[in-house]
Every structure is written in C-alpha cells, then in structure tokens.
T-cell receptor, first 115, second 109 residues
Framework: EPEVTQTPSHQVTQMGQEVILRCVPI?????FYWYRQILGQKVEFLVS????????KSEIFDDQFSVERPDGSNFTLKIRSTKLEDSAMYFC?????????????FGPGTRLTVL | RKEVEQDPGPFNVPEGATVAFNCTYS??????FFWYRQDCRKEPKLLMS???SGNEDGRFTAQLNRASQYISLLIRDSKLSDSATYLC??????????FGAGTTVTVRA
C-alpha cells in the first residue's frame, strides 16, 4: 500500500538555523499539506499546496516558513530561522485526486527539536 | 469557541466492552467528517470517514448529527489494540483539516 514518507525522522537544530523537512507524497496525489503537533497539543494546520502554489495557510505559517515542490516527487517545508517554539512534530499529508471527501493521508512525521 | 471539541477522557474499559464518545464542531458549513486514530508519538491514521446517514466499519460505528453539530464514535467488543487517542476531524469549504485534541481510550485485559 502506498505511503507518505518523510525525512529525517528526527532533526535537532540550534535556534536561528534553517531547516528543511522533506516529504514524498503518495505518487498519484496532487494536494499536499503540512501540519504540526506540539507535544501534548492538537494537530494544527500549517499550509496546503496544489498546482505548484499555496492554496491556504494558517496564521502560524508566517514569513519564516516556505514550501516547495522542487521536483515531481518531493515536497519540502523550510523554516528559515528556527525558534524554540518551532519544536514540534511536523506531519506531511496528501490527498487523492477525485476525492470529494478530502481524506488526507499522513506521513510518519519529523520530530524537530530546536535548542 | 474551539473549532472541534472532544471529551479528552481517558476512557478505561475492559476487553470486550463497548465504548462511545462524541465531539462537537463549531462551523456549521463543515462538509467532511472523520475519525483518525493516533498512537503515542505517531502520525494520525484515518480510521473512518463519517457520512450523513451514519456508517459502520467492522466494530466501529460513526454517527453524524448536523443539526446539533456533533459526531460520535462507538467501538464494540474492544480489543487491546484499540488503545489509542481518537481524533475528531472536520473540514469546511476549504482545504484544511481541523482537529480536536483527541479522546484517549485504554483497553485493559
């Protein structure tokens, strides 16, 4: 069964450093998403991406964040200058085309720790 | 008011028991409804979509009440492997999913 994959599984970085989180969505999906989950809190939407552009973004997704689909398979989330409060699990998700019900399938996540 | 509210539990039940819990959502324009399960420090996994007429998937039954804006999940004949956090998830006429904080279920032997 096809899956969303994410790398790395765990990233430790110093405050102020740039990080890039990588995702490979399921191959025939065209809608991509990033969510985050701070430890002990609920899953929060960050951004949705379709047809090579952002469809919607949340208040969390400020100028420090960007997304890119650099090739036909990868979907990346960049945080330009990390803060302590960016420490969280970051989940990538993708949605099948032709689905009117918007089921989204999640990758295993990247645990980001900012020191 | 939170977009999606759930009873956090925990619900601690013996194997074989039936457990049920609800969530409420604030956006009356919400169009799609789901239950996801999340194991500790893992990704949310789609358990089932929730349809207007209610639906069943094996031991799991989901109901949707649009008038009262609540969704329920019932688990029959609980197994140890059902121990998890169950996330109520909705989306409106947009692209994002809104998650509840989750209901923790622990099934004991």
């Amino acid at each position: 069964e096809p899956e969303v994959t994410q790398t790395p599984s765990h990233q430790v970085t110093q405050m102020g450093q740039e990080v890039i989180l990588r995702c490979v969505p399921i191959s025939n999906h065209l809608y991509f998403y990033w969510y985050r989950q701070i430890l002990g809190q609920k899953v929060e939407f960050l951004v949705s991406f379709y047809n090579n552009e952002i469809s919607e973004k949340s208040e969390i997704f400020d100028d420090q964040f960007s997304v890119e689909r650099p090739d036909g398979s990868n979907f990346t989330l960049k945080i330009r200058s990390t803060k302590l409060e960016d420490s969280a699990m970051y989940f990538c998700a993708s949605r099948p085309t032709g689905s009117s019900y918007n089921e989204q399938f999640f990758g295993p996540g990247t645990r980001l720790t900012v020191l | 008011r939170k977009e999606v509210e759930q009873d956090p539990g925990p619900f601690n039940v013996p194997e074989g028991a039936t457990v049920a819990f609800n969530c409420t959502y604030s956006n009356s324009a919400s169009q799609s409804f789901f239950w996801y399960r999340q194991d500790c420090r893992k990704e949310p996994k789609l358990l089932m979509s929730v349809y207007s007429s209610g639906n069943e998937d094996g031991r799991f039954t989901a109901q949707l009440n649009r008038a009262s804006q609540y969704i329920s999940l019932l688990i029959r004949d609980s197994k140890l492997s059902d121990s998890a956090t169950y996330l109520c998830v909705v989306n409106g006429n947009d692209y994002k999913l809104s998650f509840g904080a989750g209901t923790t279920v622990t099934v004991r032997a």
